[in-house]
């Protein structure tokens, strides 16, 4: 990829960056060149038109079918992400240059967008807010989490039980009053889908590719949406941030554990049954799947635009028909924002070189 989000090797090809990490699409001449595995750059363009139609219809929730089609996508859409991620930073430990791709992919677009984001509110949204970059705003929050998960990895690889404890940290963090600095919360909650990813090899994927386990998953999925409508009036949506404590959300210790394993568990399953149905092939969708950084990063400003200026007060927009609209053209920002153009104007923010701040490889500082 000439600078993509997130590298696709083969499923058998060592994997040493996540998401959106951008690294070149071949390796050194002297090697047999890697060819990508399709399936991950489609799964990850249509989890990032997921998102963006999410985050439209965000404003809408008031309609009860956009509020039970919101909840569905939060119930695996980022989990997919994170999955993803892990699965792409199980090499990090021994990824060559990972300083500089931590400082590159993660760090400055955090403080550029944290930034960004925070002035677009008070300046016009006219929120009160206060510039900081320990409190990541809106969706920047993601950029911080990968970028703990990832320093993280070593120690993933060297525990003998490391789902399980990454899930007894989730548990836990459901039991405490979190501050929201640095979305602490969030990063300890999501922690084992991370972890899922870093302990996945090709053969699990190989295992989705199995033409019963794609009907199974069609069903899953259905099955995911038609529960999503008769618990969406019934459960707060804060669950699905995986950012609150029990106590926050009105449940004791006990209950809240049975929910927390419950989403965990209602996550993963719909996670597999969405890249169960993933086209496998080449589509003409396949090459936008090098964007979903760009398109995660950009999507909030045009989606916090339409909010602060007024544009979800009309009433048509608080119909069926008006969230089918706003749904559809959150697919078209999608699209549009994977555009080569987009990507080259953006790239000082998205994907600075930031060849300057760095050693020259191979060379030692003092």
Request: charged share 15%.
């Amino acid at each position: 990829m000439v600078r993509s989000v997130s590298p696709s090797p083969t499923p058998s090809s060592p994997a040493g960056s996540t998401t959106v990490a951008p690294v070149p699409d071949v390796v050194e001449s002297a090697r047999p060149l890697k060819i990508r595995d399709p399936f991950y750059d489609n799964a990850k363009f249509i989890a990032i038109v997921l998102v963006v139609a999410g985050h439209a219809i965000e404003e809408l929730r008031d309609v009860p079918g956009a509020r039970a089609v919101y909840l569905f996508l939060y119930m695996f859409h980022m989990p997919v992400f994170i999955i993803v991620a892990g699965y792409f930073s199980r090499g990090f430990p021994s990824s060559s240059d990972k300083v500089r791709k931590l400082i590159t992919q993660l760090v400055v677009p955090f403080v550029v967008f944290q930034l960004a984001y925070m002035a677009l509110a008070r300046l016009v949204g006219d929120r009160d807010i206060h510039i900081t970059l320990l409190d990541p705003y809106f969706l920047v929050w993601f950029l911080l989490a990968l970028f703990a998960w990832r320093l993280s990895t070593p120690v993933w690889h060297r525990l003998r039980w490391p789902l399980g404890i990454a899930a007894g940290i989730s548990v836990l963090a459901g039991m405490q009053d979190l501050p929201g600095v640095l979305e602490t919360g969030r990063v300890l909650s999501l922690l084992p889908f991370f972890v899922l990813g870093l302990n996945l090899r090709a053969e699990h994927f190989e295992l989705l590719r199995r033409s019963m386990v794609r009907v199974l998953a069609a069903g899953v999925l259905a099955g995911g949406l038609a529960v999503s409508f008769v618990a969406a009036p019934r459960m707060s949506l804060e669950w699905a941030y995986w950012r609150r404590s029990n106590d926050y959300l009105g449940v004791d210790d006990l209950t809240g554990t049975a929910m927390r394993v419950g989403m965990l568990v209602a996550a993963t399953v719909l996670s597999a049954a969405f890249l169960a149905v993933v086209p496998r092939t080449r589509r003409w969708f396949t090459g936008l799947g090098m964007a979903t950084l760009y398109v995660y990063l950009l999507h909030g400003i045009v989606v916090k635009l339409a909010t602060y200026l007024g544009w979800y007060d009309h009433w048509f927009l608080h119909t069926n028909a008006g969230v089918l609209a706003v749904a559809a053209a959150g697919v078209a920002l999608a699209l549009l924002l994977s555009t080569g153009v987009v990507r080259r104007a953006t790239r000082w923010a998205v994907e600075p070189r930031l060849s300057w701040a760095f050693h020259p490889h191979g060379s030692r500082s003092r």
